[in-house]
Structures are given as structure tokens and as C-alpha cells.
């Protein structure tokens, strides 16, 4: 059974940043459903470096859409997405020294609520901001196809290339 799952409740107002929390969120269930199946840890590690991977390209694309809307609260919304690659960074740090699965157990419990409770509260903070914005729809396309989308999609290249500057009109 799967361990999370969006819902309508949860659309933040631009398809490509939900789609980006649709492929975490599958990569969550993932990790969840290789571990019940008994997975080795260098399958169980894949995902979880995966899972690191696309949470980065999400937060970069997030970012940029946020600076792109003017969205006032961007700055500490930045440092909120710091603290948890911090955290999981951490955590495949200590997988990666010793394989011990009470790690990824106790690491998508954290997920799970850390996930819901910053896509409910954070993200959907940036909504009106972000709804029905032209400027929010272009920044999150130009910055590149994310794992929902048909184009091949390499989140780690793609998250190093710098989103071309667009300038947003000055709103009075
Ligand atoms: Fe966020
Ligand atoms: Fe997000």
C-alpha cells in the first residue's frame, strides 16, 4: 500500500511543480515499497539518491518560479528547503557509512509528514502568488522537463543549469 498520496487538496497552482510533487512523492513510495519487499541496500540506496536528486531539481524550479512572482516570503521558504536537504543528506551519509534499513524506516516516517505538512502549509502559501501567472508557468517550463513529463529528464543536469534570466514586469 502506498505510503503517501497527493491529492487536489494539495495543488499548489502550476501543473509542473504539483507534477514535481507527484514524482516524490512516488519516489517516497518507492523507497517504502523496496524496503517492505526486502530490497539490498544498494537498491534501497539508488532510490534514496534519486529521491535527493529530484527533491533539489524541485526546490531549484520552486525557487526560481517564487523570485519570478515576487513572492515576499521566498527567502525564508529557501532556507526551509536548505534544512531538510540538509537533514536527508545527512541521513544517506549515515546509510552510505552502515546499511541499517531502522534508517530508511525512520527516515520515511519523516518524509511522509514533513512532505504533506510543508506542501499543505509552505507551498500552498505561494498559491495566490503563483495561480494564473504567466510568469510562474514560463520560469517553471524554461527551467526544464521534471520525471512527469515525456522528455527524457536527467534532474541532476538539469538542476545546474542557471534558469535564464526573465524579468517579471514591476507591478505598481
Ligand atoms: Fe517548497
Ligand atoms: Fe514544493
Redesign the pocket.
Known sequence: MALCQWSESMSVGESRLDADHKAIIRLINQLHDNLEAGADSATLGEVFDSLINYTRF??KR?EKVMQACRYPDAKA?EE??AGFTRHIEEIRDRYARNADSALIRGLLDYLKDWLSH??LT??MAYKPYVEHNWWAREVSRVFGPGLAEEAPADPARNASIPCPEIKPPLRN
Do not use: G, L
Request: aromatic letters at 10%; a negative charge.
Open positions: 524541485h526546490f520552486e521558504h526551509e528547503h510543508h506542501i509552505q507551498d
